[in-house]
């Protein structure tokens, strides 16, 4: 187990996208699993980069990243809040890196922090 200050790292996954297709990570829980789904766009209008989240079910949820896709890469600067899972508060940290109409790398780190009672 890896343990950051008061945050046990549940998961850490290294990910290069096939064809531009949604990438689909599920992490077990006690009574239910979780299902994120990550996709990547292109808003020409849009400047700058950002993050869509989309409620499928109370299981499963898509999180869209937008503009993200240069060499350089981009990500997150603060830990992400993504509900609970195993009666604690789940959270995610993420970078991307791209090659221009090659796909993209993402890094996806998910942690378990505080309790919680309705977890």
């Known amino acids: 187990m890896v343990t950051i200050g008061?945050?046990?790292?549940?998961?850490?996954?290294?990910?290069?996208?096939?064809?531009?297709?949604?990438?689909?990570?599920?992490?077990?829980?006690?009574?239910?699993?979780?299902?994120?789904?990550?996709?990547?766009?292109?808003?020409?209008?849009?400047?700058?980069?950002?993050?869509?989240?989309?409620?499928?079910?109370?299981?499963?949820?898509?999180?869209?990243i937008i503009n993200v896709d240069d060499f350089l890469g981009g990500g997150n600067t603060e830990l992400i809040s993504l509900g609970t899972l195993k009666k604690r508060k789940l959270y995610y940290n993420f970078r991307v890196f791209g090659l221009q109409n090659s796909g993209n790398t993402i890094i996806l780190n998910f942690y378990l922090g505080e309790e919680v009672d309705n977890g």
């Open 6 to 64: 008061k945050y046990d790292l549940l998961e850490s996954i290294t990910v290069i996208d096939i064809d531009s297709e949604p990438i689909s990570v599920t992490l077990d829980g006690d009574e239910r699993g979780l299902t994120f789904i990550f996709s990547f766009a292109k808003d020409e209008k849009g400047k700058g980069s950002s993050i869509n989240y989309v409620k499928k079910d109370d299981n499963t949820a898509e999180i869209k």
